[in-house]
T-cell receptor
Framework: GAGVSQSPSNKVTEKGKDVELRCDPI?????LYWYRQSLGQGLEFLIY??????PDKSGLPSDRFSAERTGGSVSTLTIQRTQQEDSAVYLCASSLWGKGASQPQHFGDGTRLSIL | TQLLEQSPQFLSIQEGENLTVYCNSS?????LQWYRQEPGEGPVLLVTVVTGGEVKKLKRLTFQFGDARKDSSLHITAAQPGDTGLYLCAGASSGSEKLVFGKGTKLTVNP
């Protein structure tokens, strides 16, 4: 597709379950970002991938959160043993270069995660 | 830690009115981006400003980057219901790969 694709668009799960969120970036974009957005709030940086470099995981809120990017393309964000405070919209963005965050970021429509 | 403060947090106005949204920081940014987000969608880039004092216009929207590159403003002239959305500013620092986002201004333009 032409844009960043995220799946699922909505996910409802019970507290304590694990969830996987998927992001398919724009073809050719080497940088990929994950953000978390709580209701009506700004974006909280989670993790950044750039090419084959080690990811910047400095925004991950706990060790229950992890992410990987296979083949420099699709990325998966995994949350283990989900808690109610994990409920939020998880947004993925990609950009053409990672050389400086001034490059425009192209966002998917997000996954709305609800923990019961 | 770099922070971007946006004000006001909420703004509800009538169609045809003018408005200004502010984005302020104590930190210097190499560039600043403005995004607009509609419900159920991801943010969409409106503009990037990179030079202190720079002014960019996008139809009825005017963006300004402060001389010291610590603040920015977005002015909308004759607002329309289609301008409704969450406006986010995001700053980039030299040498950093990460954007710092403000919490956003939720704008509602009533017909």
């Amino acid at each position: 597709g032409a844009g960043v694709s995220q799946s699922p668009s909505n996910k409802v799960t019970e507290k304590g379950k694990d969830v996987e969120l998927r992001c398919d970036p724009i073809s050719g974009h080497t940088a990929l970002y994950w953000y978390r957005q709580s209701l009506g709030q700004g974006l909280e940086f989670l993790i950044y991938f750039q090419g084959n470099s080690a990811p910047d995981k400095s925004g991950l809120p706990s060790d229950r959160f992890s992410a990987e990017r296979t083949g420099g393309s699709v990325s998966t964000l995994t949350i283990q043993r989900t808690q109610q405070e994990d409920s939020a919209v998880y947004l993925c963005a990609s950009s053409l270069w990672g050389k400086g965050a001034s490059q425009p970021q192209h966002f998917g429509d997000g996954t709305r995660l609800s923990i019961l | 830690t770099q922070l971007l403060e946006q004000s006001p947090q909420f703004l509800s106005i009538q169609e045809g009115e003018n408005l200004t949204v502010y984005c302020n920081s104590s930190s210097v940014f190499s560039s600043l981006q403005w995004y607009r987000q509609e419900p159920g969608e991801g943010p969409v880039l409106l503009v990037t400003v990179v030079t202190g004092g720079e002014v960019k216009k996008l139809k009825r929207l005017t963006f300004q980057f402060g001389d010291a590159r610590k603040d920015s403003s977005l002015h909308i002239t004759a607002a329309q219901p289609g301008d409704t959305g969450l406006y986010l500013c995001a700053g980039a620092s030299s040498g950093s790969e990460k954007l710092v986002f403000g919490k956003g201004t939720k704008l509602t333009v009533n017909p």
